[in-house]
């Protein structure tokens, strides 16, 4: 049992503390049925792995009612759409990326910066991805895109 406890201790003491802003901090949001479910459906780490999803993608509009909502699975299929909460889902789009465009897709992935932003809802922008066996999620000021978002957007969005 001494073992046990000073196997984890060690784990914990090694990996060290979680740089600030390294993960979301979605308190200062309005905490709105709405908001839940877009929050909820984003960072569903289970539900998303399951269904082979790669990225994830939630644009906030206006309000928190509104979003636009991107998907890639691992086999390329991209799918994106405007979410009106308990309402409607319009302006639906889908494709299928070529082999270039995921390993592209998957490069620009891992050059998102691990730090999260805390703008107003009407610029919030929601980006969850797979990494390895776990399902992360960052945030990001959508009138101040990192570079890898850039990318991103110019692979996914439709032409």
Not at 21 to 46: C, E, K, M
Request: hydrophobic share 40%.
């Amino acid at each position: 049992m001494g073992k046990i406890i000073s196997l984890f201790l060690a784990t914990v003491l090694l990996a060290g503390p979680a740089l600030a802003g390294d993960t979301p901090d979605f308190s200062s949001y309005p905490q709105t049925a709405a908001f839940r479910f877009f929050l909820t459906n984003q960072t569903n780490g289970a539900a998303e792995l399951r269904q082979s999803n790669l990225l994830a993608i939630s644009k906030f509009i206006d309000i928190d009612k509104v979003a636009v909502v991107y998907g890639v699975t691992q086999d390329g299929h991209e799918n994106d759409s405007r979410w009106v909460y308990q309402w409607a889902m319009q302006s639906s789009h889908s494709k299928r990326l070529s082999a270039e465009e995921m390993d592209q897709l998957r490069a620009a992935i891992g050059k998102l910066p691990p730090h999260c932003e805390t703008p107003p809802i009407e610029r919030l922008m929601m980006v969850s991805f797979n990494q390895g066996t776990n399902w992360v999620t960052r945030t990001y000021d959508s009138t101040n895109l990192p570079e890898g978002m850039t990318k991103i957007f110019g692979i996914i969005e439709t032409k």
